[in-house]
């Protein structure tokens, strides 16, 4: 990089563009869209040394046009296929402190869901969609210093910029980041709408043939950094066991390969405020918690009984998630004193198992085949450990909500769970409990000895307070970030 370019950045700071599918609260789907809608707040708000001028970009989905927020336009352009142009209008909203830019195009008009079922429509929408994000820095005749893509769905721009950006001087210095939220989702169903928008398969001889033409593996192959959304799960998609067939070839990379954990909103999830709450409290208030579990043990028509523990599994009812596991452990300690609700939609068989083992133990278990965000927050605030046996989860966010209200995780000691539990066998300030082998036996031994502790009273508390103590906020993440990016460019 040139002194001149040097200057600039000490004069105008960083200037990043990132891109994901989604971004709340304009839309959401999962947990990308937690992230991209919080942080790149978090960066914006952080007083850093140097500034950082962060814009987000996602597709303008119709159900963002039927929210009618205010919007202006800021300009058009085409992108390029075999079959000829496809126009790009380009959109600006000012409903965050930072640059939104909303693109549309017929590609991503064409169906109303976010995702949808059929894997070709998604690709081109989404093909189109970053292949866009590269043409805005010029629109905006703004400095791309850098882009910062999220999963497959923008990792094409990650790959495609290498080809073009000698052509355009907003990106000729351009860094390149892309964050791995869930590797086994690469972008199948992708070779066609790469070979429309003129996007050839990548040329990296480690990555294997299938994975060329894959978004995913693409970016991955050409990223300046890839970032895992936990420390452990950048170890993990490193083995067989988590590397969908890639980890050799992510191994070559290993040196541009490293974890930051996500963080959570601690404003929107806090106990001592939450409208969703029968009981507002804190870690100075906690004997007032337990007004929450008796409300949600009324709510179910469970027993009421402050010394019975009261468990909860608050999931998308997915194999992913473990909650088969749960269903079997549970039956395992049946005779144990426990109560348990089970909240989630998803998988129809796991659904009908729940609703199985409901009648099953009418007694002690109750099924909420549903979704609902204020039950869920209720159930954090009064329930006295969770359940969330994921066989992988690359971050995870349950597990830090449950802490925030002092419910303590049982976990699998995989991805994100690692990083953000603290099991009293490891530390004397525990803060959940961790199980290794993936099964219903060694999780039902963890919730009994989960169970054991809920009666050590003065233990206990200690490690909710432990845990409504750790530090989940998304500046904690953000400072992470902005130190790689600073780094990325210091180094170029």
Known sequence: ??????????????????????????????????????LPLAINRLNHEQKVDIRLAIPYYNSIRNNNIPVEKIGEFTVETVDGSVLAEIFSTNVSEIPIYLIAGEPVAREDAIYGTDFKSDAEKFIFFSLA???????????????????????????????????DPTLQNTKTILTIHNLPFMGTGSEEALAKYKVSPSKNKNLPAWARELPLPMGLAAADQV?????????????????????????????RVSGILNGIDTHSWDPACDPALV???DISTMEDRVENKRALLQEFQLDQGDDIPLLVLISRMD???????????????????????????????????????????????????????????????????????SRYEPCGLSQMFAMRYGCLPVARATGGLVDTITDPKASTAGTGFLFSRIDPRSFA???????????????WRLMQETAMSQDFSWKRSAEQYVNLYMKLINNS
């Not at 370019?5 to 990308?32: Q, R, S, T, W, Y």
């Not at 031994?445 to 233990?459: E, M």
């Open 445 to 459: 031994i963890t919730v009994k000895r989960a169970i054991q502790s809920f009666y050590q009273k003065d233990d």
């Open 227 to 255: 970032i895992a959304v936990s420390p452990t799960y950048a170890k993990e998609i490193m083995t067989p066991e988590f590397g969908c067939d890639l980890q050799g070839f992510l191994q070559t990379r290993r040196a």
């Open 133 to 167: 994000c590269l043409k805005l820095p010029a629109l905006l005749n703004w400095r791309c210093d850098i882009l910062h893509a999220n999963d497959w769905h923008t990792a094409a721009a990650i790959h495609q910029i290498r080809s073009i950006k000698t052509l």
């Open 319 to 389: 194999r992913q998630k473990g909650v088969d596991i749960v269903i079997e452990g549970l039956r395992i300690i049946s005779d144990h004193p426990w109560q348990v609700i089970l909240l989630g939609t998803g998988d129809n068989r796991l659904e009908q198992d729940c609703k199985d083992l409901e009648i099953e133990l009418a007694h002690k278990v109750r099924a909420a085949i549903r979704f609902d965000t204020n039950l869920s927050r209720r159930m954090y605030a009064g329930a006295d450990i969770l359940l969330m046996p």
């Open 279 to 281: 009981i507002n409290f």
């Open 1 to 38: 990089m040139t002194d001149s370019m040097d200057n600039a950045h000490e004069l105008n700071g960083i200037n990043v563009l990132f891109i994901a599918a989604e971004a709340d609260p304009l839309v959401k789907a999962g947990g990308l869209g937690d992230v991209a809608g919080s």
